[in-house]
């Protein structure tokens, strides 16, 4: 960027993006101006965070994790926080060409004015989105190269968790919840900045790296052996924690947030206001990282949630309120909660929904009172596995007779779309598990038609590509192949198609296998990875989450090329699998699950043996509670909600 | 037989409201559908009470008129609501501007007059104001009189199907040019129809005919809409309502 373009510290760039907004697509989505949306004068705070959600704004603005730090750090008097999202490729040409650098979309200014950038990754196929917004911001990528002008950058979300191939690029990960983590680092760096930066950027980052939760890679080292696996992984100052633990915030009636939930002008991928009902699972499926990396299991009680839709829906206008969880059907008060929000908003034309409800949590009564007051959609289920034995080894055990009865009772009493959720490619895996799906989709046509009366009813099936994913007991798997999940999905497809009476009321939904193999190298992939990701952000790589704009090849011969060196490759990482005492690139940050008894679950996955939710059954020793100091808590509270007063 | 849910069906329209409404500032960014949710939300936060279609998928009556393009900043645009509760227009008006983003102003509300006909009917014709920022009157003036001489005027429009020529001068009912702080100003009075001609399209028809090319991204307004009569004026559409009065009806519920 040319000095001249160079703006004072907090001053707005709309004049001069402005312009550029004519000329691309879509140009409501970088004007900001939000409802709710909050804009405090640059001055007045001492500490100023840009929250980056590492994809296009239409996903990244209804990202609850993002909303409910940029309220949580704006209630503070001395900090303030502004969102900046992906920035699309059209624009990003117009910013370089004009010297226009990386912006908040609430008062434009330039994310490198900033002090802290908080970036949230939900999934790792974000990373090249940073590396481009950072360049954008005219911020040094690497964080060795970074001096004490630049923004501190944190990485948060689930991939925080192994953030080792993003570790060049960042300067700091927080693991777990942020509500809290948030406020101690704008103390550290409040403090910091008041005594006149001691120490520089070195000296930030040490105190950083003794907030709880929070992890500075550049103070550990990691040594690699001939064979390519990890040697040791060192600390190199005292002063640091040998291991990282997670945050968990408990008692989550005390944060309610959002409060008064971002509601865009653009179009969003959720059109909706969503609750959070509770947070962290235990149902223990293999597979689900969320579930593993989220315990124990918090709810918000029922009093608690009623507030917060009553608050968020007066501030928003929704239509639809979403209440959100891993596995929301399971929440202890579920029931009287839909009954009576549905009460609540008789003759509102307010629906209620549940992201998909497990199998064997779900009743009619339930589903009926979610839609009393709102459009009817579709239910969604997610039995993940095709089979009995493949549902065994991800313990998420329901029998097909459930399934099939569930599913088309749900028919019978008016719903018309069913979606079913499956993965392909999980360990132990066959054909045959995979065909299974196709059985169970005709079954389910067969007796809805049956039960309905009806001929119009309809089942998608929606598969994606298994992901073996650090914290859990898959860590350890061969994540198969692209050729494989490619193959499966042929098979099933045909076999779907076979008798096109029943066939044609399926419809099948599924991405080829080849972005899950990038997803898996950055998942499970160590510091040698970081090479790979800038390599392919260098040569145009970007958006990795969009079909088009995602390049399979781009990314195999980035990882082939620079990967060789170090005797690894792209299969090393993906379709390897680990030894029981392999030094995994993540060992050293602590989601508090015992390594070994994700082994013995591994293991128990191979034999096919379930494990039952510690919530009605006594605990199975994760290790989660006892290391982190947290204990389960759930209800039912005996409480109601009471009605509203109408207006 | 479509099916239908249980209970009752929802309560019928009983008072049509007409709204003007400007989209300014940032917000000219804003497509019609994005402006479309916005005032959907505004509708539910100012607790409009809204008649809504039947079925299992009820929609809120709305009727949107044609609307200016992404990019473009109105002081006249059109919208129609039903209610289920008879209300003060004003009243409506003052709880929808304040519900919607500061940036969309909601400028007059009036009931529909009875017998007046359709809105739609007497809309033809669109207003805009056009700055050219960095260019001159001198500039400007020439290329309008140039544009105004010719009887076709063959320009690419860029259209769902790719680009598509079609002639933008009929359409042309006036146009002239004056001058502004750092910009010339087009003034051009345009009838809608199909094709659609827009201000991006009588800029392209300048290129065309005198070639004509704004140094920076032109701003477009439109300032008012309505039927053109034979004089040549454009006739305010919300003006047989105002003439016919409410419908004498029980006093309105307050919003």
């Known amino acids: ?145 970074r001096d004490e002008s630049h923004p501190v950058v944190v990485a948060g979300g689930h991939a925080a968790f192994n953030p080792e191939p993003v570790a060049d690029f960042v300067d700091c990960a927080v693991l777990g919840d942020g509500e809290q983590a948030v406020g101690d680092i704008t103390d550290v760096v409040k403090a910091w900045k008041a005594q006149g930066r001691p120490g520089g950027r070195e000296e930030l980052l040490a105190r950083l790296a003794r907030v709880d939760g929070v992890y500075v890679p550049r103070f550990y080292a990691v040594s690699y052996a001939d064979d390519g696996v990890i040697a040791s992984v060192s600390r190199t100052r005292d002063d640091v924690p040998a291991k990282v633990g997670k945050r968990t915030v408990m008692d989550l009636d005390e944060w309610p947030y959002p409060k008064t939930p971002l509601v865009p002008l653009a179009e969003s991928v959720h059109e909706r206001m969503s609750v959070e009902i509770f947070r962290g699972c235990t149902r223990g499926c293999r597979f689900c990282q969320a579930g593993m990396i989220t315990r124990p299991v918090r709810e918000r009680t029922i009093t608690g949630i009623g507030s917060m839709v009553e608050q968020g829906l007066k501030a928003t206008g929704y239509e639809e309120v979403g209440l959100l969880s891993l596995s929301s059907a399971d929440h202890s008060e579920i029931g009287q909660l839909a009954k009576e929000l549905a009460d609540r908003y008789e003759g ?67 719903w018309t779309q069913v979606k079913l959720y499956f993965m392909c490619g999980l360990p132990t ?56 999940i490619d193959h499966r999905l042929r098979v099933l ?19 080829d296998g080849k972005p899950g193999v990038i997803e898996g190298l950055l998942s499970r992939g160590d510091r040698r990875v970081g090479r790979v990701i800038e390599r392919v952000w260098r040569e145009g790589g970007r958006f990795d989450g969009w079909s088009e704009h995602f390049s399979y ?69 994760c290790g989660v509670c006892p290391t982190m100091g947290t204990e389960i808590q759930i209800g039912p509270t005996g409480r109601s909600l009471l009605p509203i007063a109408p207006v | 037989m479509a099916r239908q849910p249980d209970g009752p069906p929802p309560p019928p329209t009983v008072q049509k409201l007409r709204i003007r409404y400007a989209k300014r500032g940032r917000l000219r960014f ?68 304040a519900a919607l983003p500061e940036d969309v102003a909601v400028l007059e509300c009036v009931e529909a007059g009875e017998g007046t006909g359709s809105l739609a009917d007497r809309i033809d014709t669109s207003v805009w ?46 146009a002239s040019a004056s001058a502004g702080a750092g910009c010339a100003i087009l003034h051009v009075v345009v009838r809608q129809g199909t094709p659609a001609v827009r201000p991006d399209d009588v800029l392209a028809a300048l290129a065309a005919v005198a070639d004509l090319h704004p140094p920076l991204p032109p701003r477009a307004v439109r300032e008012a809409q309505g039927r053109l009569d034979d004089t040549g004026t454009v006739a305010d559409p919300l003006d047989p309502d105002r003439t016919a009065g409410a419908p004498d009806q029980e006093a309105h519920a307050t919003v």
């Not at chain 1, 434009?108 to 990754?121: I, M, N, P, Q, Y």
């Not at chain 1, 939900?122 to 990373?127: D, I, K, N, R, W």
């Not at chain 1, 481009?132 to 990528?141: C, H, I």
């Not at chain 1, 497809?493 to 991405?511: M, T």
């Open chain 1, 1 to 145: 960027m040319t000095a001249e373009l160079r703006t004072t510290a907090g001053e707005s760039l709309y004049p001069r993006l402005e312009p550029l907004l004519a000329q691309i697509q879509k140009p409501i989505q970088y004007v900001g101006g939000e409802l709710n949306a909050q804009l405090k004068p640059w001055d007045a705070a001492a500490v100023h965070w840009a929250l980056m959600y590492p994809d296009a704004y239409e996903v990244g603005l209804p990202n609850q994790g993002l909303m409910i730090l940029y309220e949580v750090l704006n209630e503070r008097a001395d900090a303030l926080a502004e969102r900046t999202y992906a920035v699309w490729p059209d624009l990003a040409a117009l910013m370089r060409a004009n010297g226009v650098p990386q912006f908040t979309v609430d008062g434009h200014r330039s994310v490198a004015d900033f002090d802290v950038l908080g970036v949230s990754f939900a999934t790792e196929l974000g990373y090249t989105n940073l590396l481009e917004a950072l360049d954008l911001a005219g911020v040094p990528l690497h964080s060795v190269a």
């Open chain 1, 348 to 414: 509102t034309n307010t629906g209620l929904s549940l992201p998909s409800t497990r199998v064997d949590a779900f009743n009619v009564t339930l589903a009926n009172e979610l839609s009393r007051n709102g459009r009817r959609s579709g239910l969604t289920f997610a039995p993940e596995g095709g089979s009995e034995r493949i549902r065994r080894v991800i313990n998420k055990t329901v029998s097909k007779e459930d399934l099939v009865r569930t599913v088309t009772t749900a028919y019978a009493n008016g």
């Open chain 1, 429 to 484: 895996e066959t054909d045959e598990d995979v065909l299974e799906i196709a059985e169970l989709a005709v079954e389910v046509i067969r007796a809805g038609r049956e039960a309905s009366g009806r001929k119009d009813i309809r089942c998608t099936v929606s598969i994606g590509g298994f992901v073996p994913k650090p914290h859990t007991p898959f860590q350890w798997a061969a994540q198969a192949g692209a050729e494989t």
């Open chain 1, 493 to 511: 497809r045909a076999k779907i198609n076979e008798d096109r009476r029943i066939g044609r009321s399926i419809g099948l939904r599924y991405h």
């Open chain 1, 553 to 621: 090849d781009r990314w195999v011969a980035a990882a082939t090329e620079e990967l060789a060196p170090f005797g690894v490759g792209l299969d090393w990482y993906t379709t390897r699998e680990r030894t029981e005492h392999e030094i995994l690139p993540w060992d050293h940050l602590d989601s508090g699950l015992d390594k070994e008894w994700l082994w013995d679950d591994w293991q128990d996955a191979l034999s096919e043996e379930e494990v039952a939710d510690c919530r009605w059954t006594p605990c199975y020793d």
């Open chain 2, 30 to 97: 804003a497509s019609h559908r994005d402006l479309a949710r916005a005032l959907e939300r505004a509708l539910r936060r100012a607790q409009v009470p809204m008649a809504f279609s039947a079925g299992f998928s009820p929609h809120p009556k709305i009727s949107y008129l044609g609307a200016a393009p992404t990019g473009a900043a109105s002081e006249a645009e059109y919208v129609e609501i039903g209610l289920s509760v008879r209300c003060d227009p004003e009243a409506v008006r003052a709880a929808l501007d």
């Open chain 2, 129 to 174: 104001r056009v700055e050219l920022p960095g260019m001159t009157l001198d500039e400007l003036a020439p290329a309008v009189e140039e544009l105004l001489a010719r009887d076709v005027v063959v320009v690419a429009k860029r259209t769902k199907n790719g680009l598509k020529d079609i002639d933008a001068r009929p359409s042309v009912v006036s």
